[in-house]
């Protein structure tokens, strides 16, 4: 009898621990901090339910299947963001493709399967129709309220693990201000808050993700959002915002093609700024985006070390602060028909960043010129806390001493290594060094054999301009174009610098460089425009365009 109480008590004090849903296994009971916290790392499916189309797979990605949410899975990834919009598969009367419904239950479902966490959103609708707001109340009002009715009581008994975002980015066109539109936002969250947990069952309690406006984190926006929280008064909300960085550095304009101090107290002050108004009140943070946006491009608009010390950065001061972080992938981090990384070093700096800090350095570029002596040089390191430890060259450890030298943050390759390195003929990257610490991943320092770019005359158009380049090895960083009188030429008259990739692009295979439509749309005719082309080896290279009509010509200066 007393063996078969004790069993008896055991099972009772496990049962407190756990919970069975009517669709779902039993799952672990969890504080909404406690969920949060289990959420992190997340992942995105962007560019696929979200798509505008006429399908998930309208934006270029493959349709989805159970195997690439196992993958993810697979490479440590707790939660998955599924951006859904659903505008394009609502009737007349609001009704929602039953179809499109069964296929976002699908898949919210394998991924369940997977243990992840799951949220799911109204995502592009945000910009297509619920900005109209202002002009269009009750229209828009109505057609939210339709979609969330319907969502929410097509998900009412699923797993704990689901959470919904009542809205992705919102924002209002034509409205007052701000205070129409936090006025404008809370209606909206307050509404889907009211019909979510309307629906009962899992919903009665079902953690709800409510976002700023514009999913921004300056101060009048987290102020905005908490006094939401107050309203509302509901121990199961969850606030999120987005993150994609310091907009030069995140672009490459205006000459933010640098990681550096300006770009880093922005990411700061926004961690500080959630901890001190949202965190410390007991709300618990989902950052449900963040990335560059200049990988919407492509991820080389950002130099690879400035991107890795960026993502070096927010991962610590995610950990720290104790935000679950969600990365943006469009479609052009994970391979989702290969099932690997594009760029396994972004993946291995950003993982890392998920348990510990990493050492880097001012840079991960060594240019070594060929038309001159080879002397020592110096890089600064960054230990963030770590300890430096050696220098790998392959499977070599280097020699401290005849190699580099190493005084406090300064690391010095000798000039008789850069000689060795640097012997053999021709441009470009001679060597890999990997810079050592005492934990995270190491640092990758190239060893790179160059001369000065020459570029050459061209004639074009504004539809099609390219100015020929033997780029010597080297590898361009941004360009500042002026007129005669010192004014700035080109978008974004406001700063001479160029966005990179979208005024200018260089292509190293082809050996040139692209003057894009875009930049010509705004340069004046018949104005010589003064090119500068700045080198990430420290060169910089002059150059004349003008454009009549739609001919240019270009020559060095």
């Known amino acids: 009898m007393s063996r078969l109480l004790g069993r008896l008590l055991a099972l009772a004090l496990l049962a407190t621990f756990f919970t069975a849903g009517p669709a779902s296994a039993r799952e672990a009971v969890r504080t909404p901090a406690q969920a949060v916290a289990a959420m992190q790392p997340g992942w995105n499916l962007g560019n696929t339910l979200d798509a505008t189309g006429a399908d998930e797979t309208s934006w270029g990605n493959p349709r989805v299947t159970r ?270 028909t290969a099932g690997v990384w594009r760029d396994t070093e972004l993946f291995r700096q950003i993982s890392s960043s998920w348990r510990t800090r990493s050492g880097t350095a001012a840079s991960d570029l060594v240019f070594v010129r060929r038309a001159a002596p080879v002397t020592a040089q110096t890089v600064t390191l960054h230990p963030n806390g770590t300890g430096f430890t050696h220098v790998r060259l392959g499977n070599t450890t280097l020699r401290r001493g005849p190699d580099y030298q190493i005084s406090g943050d300064q690391l010095t390759l000798t000039a008789e290594l850069l000689q060795r390195l640097t012997e053999a003929d021709g441009y470009g990257v001679k060597a890999s060094l990997t810079l050592r610490f005492s934990r995270g991943v190491p640092w990758r320092l190239d060893v790179v054999s160059y001369d000065v770019p020459q570029l050459s005359a061209a004639g074009g158009t504004t539809a099609a301009f390219a100015i020929p380049a033997a780029f010597n090895g080297d590898r361009l960083a941004t360009l500042k174009a002026t007129y005669a009188d010192g004014s700035n030429a080109g978008p974004h008259g406001w700063t001479p610098f160029k966005e990179f990739d979208r005024a200018f692009a260089p292509d190293y295979a082809a050996g040139t460089v692209k003057l894009t439509p875009e930049f010509f749309a705004e340069v004046s005719d018949g104005a010589p425009v003064t090119l500068e082309f700045v080198f990430w080896s420290g060169a910089t290279v002059t150059y004349h365009v003008t454009r009549n009509g739609t001919a240019v010509t270009g020559a060095p200066a």
């Open 67 to 336: 195997e690439l949410l196992a993958g993810i899975r697979n490479q440590g990834f707790n939660s998955i963001r599924i951006p859904v919009t659903w505008g394009q598969h609502q009737s007349a009367d609001h009704t929602i493709e039953p179809a499109y419904l069964a296929r976002v239950q699908e898949v919210v479902g394998w991924a369940l399967d997977e243990g992840l966490y799951v949220m799911i959103n109204i995502h592009h609708d945000s910009w297509q129709w619920i900005n109209t707001m202002p002009a269009d109340h009750d229209n828009v009002l109505a057609r939210y309220n339709a979609i969330w009715t319907q969502v929410a009581g097509a998900f009412r008994d699923a797993s704990p693990r689901l959470v919904l975002e009542s809205v992705n980015e919102p924002q209002f066109a034509g409205s007052s201000g701000d205070t129409e539109n936090y006025a404008l936002l809370a209606e909206l969250n307050a509404s889907f808050h009211r019909i979510v947990r309307g629906t009962g069952g899992g919903n009665a309690t079902r953690l709800l993700v409510l976002p700023t406006l514009h999913t921004n984190a300056d101060q009048g926006r987290l102020d905005a959002l908490r006094a939401e929280f107050t309203a509302l008064n509901d121990p199961n909300l969850v606030a999120t915002v987005h993150y994609y960085g310091y907009w030069p550095f995140s672009v490459n304009v205006a000459g933010g093609y640098r990681f550096d101090a300006t770009a880093q107290a922005d990411l700061l002050g926004t961690f500080q700024r959630l901890r001190d108004s949202l965190i410390s009140k007991g709300i618990p943070v989902i950052l449900g985006e963040y990335g560059l946006l200049g990988f919407d491009r492509h991820t080389g608009t950002i130099e690879q070390g400035e991107k890795l010390k960026f993502f070096e950065l927010f991962g610590h001061q995610a950990r720290i602060s104790g935000v679950t972080t969600m990365l943006w992938d469009n479609g052009q981090h994970f391979d989702r």
